[in-house]
């Protein structure tokens, strides 16, 4: 008796370490199997009766003119301009919305004009717990049949990328700027780069892809002081030659852009399941020898603690053999 409940301790203790291995797995399973149908589910379509408000959930921004304009900014909500900060002179920044944004968890579309030599596109409040998908594609300038539409980038950066991105804007008429392709992209100070270093799509007419955040993107300040803020994220339309290699020269010519977004609850396991998975997987190794251990000095002892049975025949001694046969004649 006190061997088979033995036995069931350590089979139960087996299968709570196994079920705490295999529990995010199964959790996450059904949503890795789904992502490819929800993707093509929703064929770049979007529900436009609950479509996301402009300046509410959606803003948008415009670059353009050259370094030589006179720049203003533009507020789009209230429709008054208003004169740029000095800090801010010469970004290009000719429309731009800088309200806070409610966090996007409706679909939306728009569709707009981009100019030569500029840049357009969506500012986002992307948030958890929702996969967004974008579409989008680009036509020729009053969607004229016998002109293609042009090969243009599209990026999606966050805040801080986006500053350094107006910079590059406002320095493309610098006489010494090509002298940036002579060092390499890991060396060069200042630097903007795409959301999670992938999501640049270069020399495109259309393009579809999808994102999720496991994260709120946040920023603070130094060392923790004060108060969080809100890391917007941009959907950039590029129409000029800006600072990457791999970039697409500007178009020479204006075109119109469609831009849709679906949005689609997800399940977000919680940060701390990389822990219990970590630490399970290094539990179970530490705990595996002990068991087998354990149950290998278990086997074949009785409750009295004796030896029943042998796991293997014994040797002949010599107290056990027969007499020796007699020596031949």
Not at 143 to 149: D, G, K, N, Q, T
Not at 309 to 327: Q, S
Request: proline fraction near 5%.
């Amino acid at each position: 008796m006190s061997r088979a409940v033995r036995n069931s301790g350590q089979n139960s203790l087996s299968l709570m370490v196994c079920l705490l291995l295999l529990s995010p797995i199964a959790i996450a399973l059904p949503e890795a199997l789904t992502t490819g149908i929800a993707s093509a589910a929703s064929n770049c379509s979007y529900e436009s009766k609950n479509a996301a408000e402009w300046h509410r959930e959606v803003s948008s921004f415009n670059l353009s003119g050259s370094s030589n304009d006179e720049y203003y900014a533009f507020d789009e909500e209230n429709g008054d301009s208003m004169d740029e900060p000095f800090w801010n002179m010469g970004m290009g920044d000719n429309i731009y919305n800088s309200s806070d944004l409610d966090a996007l968890r409706s679909d939306f579309h728009a569709s707009f004009e981009v100019k030569n030599d500029s840049a357009s596109g969506l500012r986002l409040n992307l948030t958890t717990d929702y996969r967004y998908t974008f579409c989008i594609v680009t036509h020729s300038e009053n969607s004229s049949e016998y002109l293609e539409a042009p090969l243009v980038d599209f990026y999606l950066i966050q805040e801080f990328d986006w500053d350094i991105y107006r910079t590059d804007f406002s320095m493309r008429f610098w006489e010494d700027r090509d002298m940036l392709n002579m060092i390499p992209p890991q060396w060069r100070i200042g630097s903007w780069m795409p959301y999670r270093d992938v999501h640049a799509y270069e020399g495109e007419r259309a393009v579809d892809f999808s994102v999720s955040l496991d994260h709120d993107e946040t920023s603070g300040a130094l060392f923790g002081l004060g108060d969080e803020q809100t890391q917007w994220m941009y959907l950039i339309v590029d129409g000029w030659g800006n600072m990457r290699d791999t970039n697409t020269p500007a178009p020479h010519r204006n075109f119109t852009v469609d831009i849709s977004i679906m949005t689609e609850e997800r399940l977000t396991l919680p940060n701390f399941t990389v822990s219990c998975f970590c630490c399970g997987l290094f539990s179970l190794l530490v705990a595996a020898p002990v068991i087998l251990h354990s149950r290998f000095q278990s086997a074949g002892v009785d409750s009295h603690g004796t030896q029943g049975v042998d796991l293997m025949p014994m040797l002949e001694t010599e107290a056990t053999k027969g007499a020796p046969p007699p020596p031949p004649t």
